[in-house]
């Protein structure tokens, strides 16, 4: 089945400092690959998602890459801000015949900190 | 719409003891997701819903575990004879199909 690994598991910046987070998963046939943002006592809250036919997203100061040869995609935080600090997930699926995706495998998260 | 709601938020109880979850989805939804989540750890999946079919379980779902959802709405997750590694966080999540689903702040059960 999928597996998918997170680095860093922290990661600690100063604000205006750019923050890279990266993931790698294991099936190919994965073509979804979201990305989500913890803040304590809350569930995840989706940021941005990527799907296989493009190499790159872009939505204001976050940007995600996808390398599907590799088999890894990146979240990019630019020009962080204090309220940027929180859990971050990646996130795989692999699409269903009868259309959508039927679960996400979440690597294990880095927690990020952005100081003033 | 209030999102997916999820009671209680907390839960404690003893080893042994039976407890269950509620999930209320974004009405329009139709399918429904639970995860658990332990600390340090990302979401596992649990099982899903489309309508009131429970279309996949997972592993992580032994037989103590069960999850209903009757009448397509609101659903339940069950756990009976809790042991002490059941405590984590359960979250519930809804989508529509294609969509990006939609978590809930999760019910955080603690098993003593």
């Known amino acids: 089945g999928e597996n998918v690994e997170q680095h860093p598991s922290t990661l600690s910046v100063q604000e205006g400092d750019s923050a890279v987070i990266k993931c790698t998963y294991s099936d190919s046939a994965s073509n979804y690959f979201p990305w989500y943002k913890q803040e304590l006592g809350k569930g995840p809250q989706l940021i941005i998602d990527?799907?296989?036919?493009?190499g790159e997203k872009k939505d204001q100061r976050i940007a995600v890459t996808l390398n599907k040869t590799a088999k890894h995609f990146s979240l990019h935080i630019t020009e962080t801000q204090p309220e940027d600090s929180a859990v971050y997930f990646c996130a795989a699926s692999t699409p269903q015949f009868s259309g959508g995706y039927n679960k996400l495998i979440f690597g294990a998260g880095t927690r990020l900190a952005v100081h003033p | 719409d209030t999102g997916v709601s999820q009671d209680p938020r907390h839960k404690i109880t003893k080893r042994g003891q039976n407890v269950t979850f509620r999930c209320d989805p974004i009405s329009e939804h139709n399918r429904l997701y639970w995860y658990r989540q332990t600390l340090g750890q990302g979401p596992e999946f649990l099982t899903y819903f489309q309508n009131e079919a429970q279309l996949e379980k997972s592993r992580l779902l032994s037989d103590r575990f069960s999850a209903e959802r009757p009448k397509g709405s609101f659903s339940t997750l069950e756990i009976q004879r809790t042991e002490q590694g059941d405590s984590a966080m359960y979250l519930c999540?809804?989508?529509?199909?294609?969509?990006?689903?939609?978590f809930g702040s999760g019910t955080r059960l603690t098993v003593v």
């Open positions: 999540a809804s989508s529509l199909p294609l969509h990006d689903p939609t």
């Open positions: 990527i799907r296989s036919n493009v």
